[in-house]
Nanobody
Framework: QVQLVESGGGSVQAGGSLRLSCAAS????????MGWYRQVPGQQREFVAR???????NYADSVKGRFIISGDNARNTVYLQMSSLKPEDTAVYYC?????????WGQGTQVTVSS
């Protein structure tokens, strides 16, 4: 059983930074797709960033140039460094892991950006 534990959310003023972490425990495949989505109440969950097999990275257009995703394979942990935060970045951020055809989600962490 794989568990995803997120940390690092919080409140920050516009222009500030936060770093989210997502630690995966359990059986982790060497090839996987791990990253972040976010969700605002009443809206669909939207893609933020992903890292594939520890190397390939993709970002949503709305966060390019501001967010950086990175991975620590030894710790099975993915990080999301968020800079130049905007009020529209306010959401619950969910970590996900896709491996061997199975998708799992973390519990979510709240990020609130005030203007």
């Amino acid at each position: 059983q794989v568990q995803l534990v997120e940390s690092g959310g919080g409140s920050v003023q516009a222009g500030g930074s936060l770093r989210l972490s997502c630690a995966a425990s359990g059986s982790i495949a060497k090839t996987n797709d791990m990253g972040w989505y976010r969700q605002v109440p009443g809206q669909q969950r939207e893609f933020v960033a992903r890292i594939v097999d520890g190397n390939g990275k993709n970002y949503a257009d709305s966060v390019k140039g501001r967010f950086i995703i990175s991975g620590d394979n030894a710790r099975n942990t993915v990080y999301l460094q968020m800079s130049s935060l905007k009020p529209e970045d306010t959401a619950v951020y969910y970590c996900y892991l896709l491996q061997l055809g199975k998708l799992q989600w973390g519990q979510g962490t709240q990020v609130t950006v005030s203007s």
